[in-house]
């Protein structure tokens, strides 16, 4: 199982803590890998972008308007977490239903 995250996110911390033996993948230090990114936009679409953040709201409009996958290539911030492979199986964010679901 590969979490993407950020250390320092809170929630990615929490997952972390909860699934125990997981590789850790730092999108802020090494970027989230295109393929996860093209993988994660055909499962989840728009809300892989986390248009609540502070990265988000710093941005030129017409920065917003680029391609979702450039922006988070050049943003990894942006994106919504944790991101969790579990086998091939994407699961974004740490909500009830995603605990569920790899805790059992």
């Known amino acids: 199982m590969i979490l993407y995250g950020i250390k320092t996110c809170d929630t ?6 909860a699934l125990g033996n997981v590789t ?5 230090a090494d970027g989230l890998p295109r393929e996860v990114a093209q993988a994660a936009w055909a499962r ?11 990265t ?6 017409d920065e917003r308007a680029r391609d979702p996958l450039d922006l988070l290539a050049a943003h990894p ?3 919504k977490r944790p991101l969790i ?4 199986t994407l699961y974004l964010g ?6 569920a679901a790899l805790l059992g």
């Open 24 to 28: 850790f993948h730092d999108v802020r």
């Open 44 to 54: 989840f679409g728009d809300a892989i972008v986390n248009r609540q953040s502070t």
């Open 94 to 99: 740490w909500g009830k239903d995603t605990q």
């Open 85 to 88: 492979d579990a086998g091939g």
């Open 12 to 17: 990615c911390r929490k997952a972390l803590k």
């Open 77 to 79: 911030t942006l994106m």
């Open 56 to 61: 988000w709201r710093a941005l030129a409009e």
